[in-house]
């Protein structure tokens, strides 16, 4: 698979605006274990090798567990995760899936006991955000070096 044109130079107005918004989540208050689970997760949904790669390694640099990563995809079978994480998961699959159904009112219902407005803003802006860059490493062949 060849890479194709190189959006932060081709586009770099509009990349500099999404590495903003992704140095913004960075600096938010959103934990890092939940910014890493979102960024798995959406990117082993959308089949951005490069984003899992990425993410992955980030996650085990930050402490995650291998065991953890490996069970992601599989995140309603095991007890591994916390009412907290699964609830973001959900988020992100359901938001990821847009033309699915997209956030329910169910699991939009449970993150707010669990969570503030501006948690589940930054959760969802993360989602948005890992989204964009999935889309933009798929779309140009981005690959694993």
Partial sequence: MQ???DISVAAAGAYKR????????????????HLEL??????QINGCAFCINMHTQDALKQGE??????LLDAWRETELYTEEERIILAMTEEITHISQHGLSDSTYEAASKLFDEEYIALIIMTIVTINAWNRIAVS???TVK
């Fill in 140 to 142: 140009t062949n981005k």
């Fill in 3 to 5: 890479e194709r044109i």
């Fill in 18 to 33: 999404v590495l903003a918004l992704e140095n913004f989540i960075q600096d938010s208050k959103l934990s890092k274990t």
């Fill in 38 to 43: 979102i960024k798995i997760r959406a990117s």
């Fill in 65 to 70: 567990t291998a065991q953890r990563i490996f």
